[in-house]
């Protein structure tokens, strides 16, 4: 508790009893394809009466002074662009608001068009991205119940997303295995940012990244726009938010999570630093009595962004993310304990990342740009597993050592000719080295053998050409190529993009999309070797490919109220399936980890479906989002027969909601919200256990000819968050109480058979968990 108690005090220290009732809001104007500033821009507070405006200067900023605190509507109006709104753009004490605004350039048609283009959270940052891609705020990832600042976590709200494990935000989108999800920073691929995560994971047990670094990113679900390129599933594109460059700003958070410190400021002529460092360790839940395990699990990070502006053309921007995290399980020494095989294990894991990239935009003219980006990326993940036997002896079970870097240099163009024409075109090269070792238990030797033993290096190259043509106000149409090349076995693919979207009119419209898209396999998969011959196996394996299909129908109810249909067909192929016929092993259901069988590029698969979402902006200080999804998600097995996918549960739902309320008791400024969120699906696809085998070879063995035929009771879990702000004279405080499983709902994680109690046993996922913070900004 002492981090919390720390945390207490120094916001005493800060508050001056006196109230301070306003704060500056600031930023820049531009235009959303070539990024030029756009002096003369009218900023109107129109959430006050009377209202207020400023307009911008010869670089595109403003600066509106003196707003009072709360949520505010800025519209934002200039000579042949469309008027834009920002609603609920929240003012507090303790930080400046610093906005990036971009506007769209008004087609000039022959007739008089009114145009209102609200800023709406359903539509992308990216401008050149077309369906199935939505914004998502750092607000989102703060304020959604049990998110707690985590991407991945705050996903599990929308449509098409089910999480894999209560204890991790790992997520399946569109019924595919997480692992084709792809992670892009600053238009940069990065490794996974996720504490505790395996080898060739997605997603871990907490993001790295703090809310305090991260501003309004994007989610794709399906049909990418063809920037986007070795993914099959889904494209997280975040970007990163700049310090304040005009005044130092500090937060602090501390609670059952740890600690986390932000600081920012301005440094040079114009630019500035922010910075953030994580501490945490969870054995303090396991000290109130949360049963989270008895491992002994912490984790660290450190974050920043440095933006150097060099002239009125160019810029640097220095960015990066280092993560630490380990988890110690020791066995019980007294065999007279033992109830569980479990509890005769020894376990050891380490899962490390970083990625440090530099950044150059060269402003060419009022209508062209290049961003060029030199990133070196890092991963490292080892398990070491003993079993004591009878005699307290340590016997080694497997042990996994897999280490990964990476440079990446990228230089992207993009050029506007006119309000209707705009492209992007570029080029990343990746260049890998790889060192991955892994030994199992050999059943015969009872020893641990090689299954993979590589190190060396290879390279990728990905290459793209995208246009946006702007038809008319009402029509927009996306189109170009992605070009994807694995030089360790010369494996490559060309993929074509487009997407078209219609308004129907000011309030709706119709998209459709189609994207081919492929991915490399996880890069110890290639050097799976032969347990006799040491020979690879896998080396030749080609790129998971499919082929993506999306309609889809927007309509905007009232100013507040959204509502969305999408539907999909994914047609995937040359999925690795094991070569042997008797195995059912494919990279359709894999969650993590290193395949080791041979494999050959075989499987075909099929997901399609059906989503709905009913959203309200907030609106009177209340949200809500309500996500429905049917689907269905098929492959092809080695036998022949259509077979269900791990992950496909068929149907998910989710509600999510919020509402604050100021609470103003003997003149202190305080709002209180309310959170609430409802995940319920059926559970993923399992395979019934032999109980018979099992116990002949006292390890779990399951039924190869029932392969996911069964599921587990319904998923369901509720999760709230409480919290109470208050602005003082120049700090904002934050106490807030996340609960994940509210009703302490007891949902399996899975069966397995035990051999010391001789049966099946079920393993279920984690209660309760409540997650107390406090936070300070000033």
Same mark, same amino acid.
């Given at each position: 508790?002492?981090?919390?108690?720390?945390?207490?005090?120094?916001?005493?220290?800060?508050?001056?009893?006196?109230?301070?009732?306003?704060?500056?809001?600031?930023?820049?104007?531009?235009?959303?394809?070539?990024?030029?500033?756009?002096?003369?821009?009218?900023?109107?507070?129109?959430?006050?009466?009377?209202?207020?405006?400023?307009?911008?200067?010869?670089?595109?900023?403003?600066?509106?002074?003196?707003?009072?605190?709360?949520?505010?509507?800025?519209?934002?109006?200039?000579?042949?662009?469309?008027?834009?709104?920002?609603?609920?753009?929240?003012?507090?004490?303790?930080?400046?608001?610093?906005?990036?605004?971009?506007?769209?350039?008004?087609?000039?048609?022959?007739?008089?068009?009114?145009?209102?283009?609200?800023?709406?959270?359903?539509?992308?940052?990216?401008?050149?991205t077309g369906v199935s891609t939505r914004a998502f705020s750092v607000e989102e990832t703060q304020k959604f119940a049990a998110a707690i600042n985590d991407p991945g976590r705050m996903a599990m709200s929308y449509a098409g997303v089910v999480g894999g494990s209560d204890g991790s935000n790992l997520i399946s989108i569109r019924g595919n295995a997480p692992n084709g999800l792809l992670w892009r920073m600053e238009g940069a691929d990065i490794p996974n940012p996720n504490h505790f995560a395996s080898s060739a994971s997605s997603g871990g047990g907490i993001s790295i990244l703090s809310a305090q670094l991260l501003d309004n990113s994007d989610f794709s679900?399906?049909?990418?726009?063809?920037?986007?390129?070795?993914?099959?599933?889904?494209?997280?594109?975040?970007?990163?938010?700049?310090?304040?460059?005009?005044?130092?700003?500090?937060?602090?958070?501390?609670?059952?999570?740890?600690?986390?410190?932000?600081?920012?400021?301005?440094?040079?002529?114009?630019? $500035?630093?922010?910075?953030?460092?994580?501490?945490?360790?969870?054995?303090?839940?396991?000290?109130?009595?949360?049963?989270?395990?008895?491992?002994?699990?912490?984790?660290?990070?450190?974050?920043?962004?440095?933006?150097?502006?060099?002239?009125?053309?160019?810029?640097?921007?220095?960015?990066?993310?280092?993560?630490?995290?380990?988890?110690?399980?020791?066995?019980?020494?007294?065999?007279?304990?033992?109830?569980?095989?479990?509890?005769?294990?020894?376990?050891?894991?380490?899962?490390?990342?970083?990625?440090?990239?530099?950044?150059?935009?060269?402003?060419?003219?009022?209508?062209?740009?290049?961003?060029?980006?030199?990133?070196?990326?890092?991963?490292?993940?080892?398990?070491?597993?003993?079993?004591?036997?009878?005699?307290?002896?340590?016997?080694?079970?497997?042990?996994?050592?897999?280490?990964?870097?990476?440079?990446?240099?990228?230089?992207?163009?993009?050029?506007?000719?006119?309000?209707?024409?705009?492209?992007?075109?570029?080029?990343?090269?990746?260049?890998?080295?790889?060192?991955?070792?892994?030994?199992?238990?050999?059943?015969?030797?009872?020893?641990?053998?090689?299954?993979?033993?590589?190190?060396?290096?290879?390279?990728?190259?990905?290459?793209?050409?995208?246009?946006?043509?702007?038809?008319?106000?009402?029509?927009?149409?996306?189109?170009?190529?992605?070009?994807?090349?694995?030089?360790?076995?010369?494996?490559?693919?060309?993929?074509?993009?487009?997407?078209?979207?219609?308004?129907?009119?000011?309030?709706?419209?119709?998209?459709?999309?189609?994207?081919?898209?492929?991915?490399?396999?996880?890069?110890?998969?290639?050097?799976?070797?032969?347990?006799?011959?040491?020979?690879?196996?896998?080396?030749?394996?080609?790129?998971?490919?499919?082929?993506?299909?999306?309609?889809?129908?927007?309509?905007?109810?009232?100013?507040?109220?959204?509502?969305?249909?999408?539907?999909?067909?994914?047609?995937?192929?040359?999925?690795?399936?094991?070569?042997?016929?008797? $195995? $059912?092993?494919?990279?359709?259901?894999?969650?993590?980890?290193?395949?080791?069988?041979?494999?050959?590029?075989?499987?075909?698969?099929?997901?399609?479906?059906?989503?709905?979402?009913?959203?309200?902006?907030?609106?009177?200080?209340?949200?809500?989002?309500?996500?429905?999804?049917?689907?269905?998600?098929?492959?092809?097995?080695?036998?022949?027969?259509?077979?269900?996918?791990?992950?496909?549960?068929?149907?998910?739902?989710?509600?999510?909601?919020?509402?604050?309320?100021?609470?103003?008791?003997?003149?202190?400024?305080?709002?209180?919200?309310?959170?609430?969120?409802?995940?319920?699906?059926? $559970?993923m696809r399992t395979t019934p256990i032999d109980a018979v085998a099992s116990a002949q070879q006292q390890s779990t063995v399951v039924h190869e000819d029932q392969l996911f035929t069964t599921k587990a009771k319904e998923y369901f879990r509720i999760d709230t968050r409480v919290s109470v702000r208050r602005n003082y004279a120049k700090a904002t405080t934050t106490l807030a109480l996340d609960i994940q499983n509210t009703s302490n709902h007891k949902n399996e994680q899975g069966r397995y058979y035990d051999p010391t109690t001789q049966k099946v046993e079920v393993a279920y996922q984690v209660p309760l968990i409540p997650v107390l913070s406090y936070k300070?900004?000033?």
């Amino acid at each position: 508790m002492r981090p919390l108690f720390f945390c207490v005090f120094i916001s005493l220290l800060i508050a001056a009893q006196s109230i301070g009732q306003v704060q500056n809001v600031r930023g820049q104007v531009v235009d959303d394809i070539s990024q030029a500033p756009l002096p003369g821009a009218v900023v109107m507070l129109i959430s006050l009466d009377p209202q207020r405006h400023v307009s911008t200067d010869v670089d595109g900023f403003f600066n509106m002074q003196q707003v009072p605190l709360g949520r505010h509507e800025l519209k934002i109006k200039m000579m042949g662009y469309e008027e834009a709104t920002m609603s609920n753009v929240l003012v507090t004490a303790g930080k400046e608001v610093v906005l990036m605004i971009r506007l769209t350039e008004t087609i000039v048609t022959t007739a008089e068009v009114n145009i209102q283009a609200n800023e709406r959270k359903e539509e992308s940052v990216n401008t050149m991205t077309g369906v199935s891609t939505r914004a998502f705020s750092v607000e989102e990832t703060q304020k959604f119940a049990a998110a707690i600042n985590d991407p991945g976590r705050m996903a599990m709200s929308y449509a098409g997303v089910v999480g894999g494990s209560d204890g991790s935000n790992l997520i399946s989108i569109r019924g595919n295995a997480p692992n084709g999800l792809l992670w892009r920073m600053e238009g940069a691929d990065i490794p996974n940012p996720n504490h505790f995560a395996s080898s060739a994971s997605s997603g871990g047990g907490i993001s790295i990244l703090s809310a305090q670094l991260l501003d309004n990113s994007d989610f794709s679900t399906g049909a990418f726009s063809a920037e986007y390129g070795n993914a099959l599933s889904g494209v997280f594109d975040l970007k990163l938010r700049k310090g304040n460059n005009q005044k130092r700003e500090v937060t602090l958070q501390a609670g059952f999570l740890g600690l986390d410190a932000a600081v920012e400021g301005p440094v040079g002529n114009g630019g $500035s630093y922010l910075i953030n460092y994580r501490y945490s360790t969870l054995t303090l839940l396991g000290k109130l009595g949360v049963p989270i395990g008895d491992e002994l699990t912490n984790f660290q990070d450190l974050a920043y962004n440095i933006f150097l502006p060099t002239n009125g053309k160019s810029s640097y921007e220095f960015y990066g993310f280092s993560g630490r995290s380990s988890s110690l399980s020791a066995a019980e020494k007294d065999s007279t304990k033992w109830e569980n095989d479990w509890q005769r294990l020894d376990g050891k894991f380490y899962s490390n990342s970083g990625a440090y990239g530099v950044k150059h935009i060269l402003s060419i003219n009022e209508k062209a740009y290049v961003q060029s980006t030199l990133l070196y990326s890092q991963t490292y993940n080892a398990y070491k597993e003993d079993r004591l036997n009878d005699e307290l002896k340590a016997i080694p079970q497997y042990e996994n050592a897999d280490r990964n870097g990476r440079f990446m240099l990228s230089s992207v163009f993009n050029y506007k000719w006119n309000a209707k024409h705009s492209g992007r075109f570029g080029g990343y090269v990746n260049a890998f080295a790889y060192d991955t070792r892994e030994l199992l238990i050999d059943s015969v030797s009872d020893e641990l053998k090689y299954s993979i033993n590589a190190r060396g290096n290879t390279y990728t190259w990905q290459a793209f050409a995208q246009m946006k043509y702007r038809a008319s106000n009402k029509t927009t149409i996306l189109y170009g190529a992605h070009a994807l090349a694995l030089a360790l076995n010369r494996s490559w693919s060309v993929e074509p993009r487009v997407s078209i979207r219609q308004k129907i009119n000011q309030n709706s419209s119709v998209s459709m999309g189609y994207g081919l898209h492929s991915q490399i396999q996880p890069m110890g998969m290639y050097f799976a070797q032969d347990p006799l011959t040491g020979k690879r196996i896998n080396q030749s394996l080609k790129l998971s490919k499919s082929h993506h299909f999306v309609i889809a129908y927007d309509r905007l109810l009232n100013e507040f109220l959204h509502v969305k249909m999408e539907a999909y067909y994914q047609y995937l192929f040359d999925i690795p399936m094991a070569v042997n016929a008797s $195995s $059912s092993l494919a990279a359709f259901n894999v969650v993590e980890n290193y395949i080791t069988e041979e494999m050959a590029n075989t499987g075909i698969g099929r997901n399609k479906g059906i989503e709905v979402t009913l959203e309200q902006f907030t609106h009177r200080d209340m949200y809500f989002l309500l996500s429905l999804s049917l689907y269905d998600a098929k492959y092809k097995a080695t036998d022949g027969a259509w077979r269900n996918t791990r992950f496909n549960a068929n149907s998910s739902a989710s509600f999510t909601a919020g509402k604050e309320m100021d609470w103003n008791r003997r003149g202190k400024n305080r709002v209180v919200g309310f959170n609430l969120r409802v995940l319920f699906n059926d $559970s993923m696809r399992t395979t019934p256990i032999d109980a018979v085998a099992s116990a002949q070879q006292q390890s779990t063995v399951v039924h190869e000819d029932q392969l996911f035929t069964t599921k587990a009771k319904e998923y369901f879990r509720i999760d709230t968050r409480v919290s109470v702000r208050r602005n003082y004279a120049k700090a904002t405080t934050t106490l807030a109480l996340d609960i994940q499983n509210t009703s302490n709902h007891k949902n399996e994680q899975g069966r397995y058979y035990d051999p010391t109690t001789q049966k099946v046993e079920v393993a279920y996922q984690v209660p309760l968990i409540p997650v107390l913070s406090y936070k300070v900004e000033f």
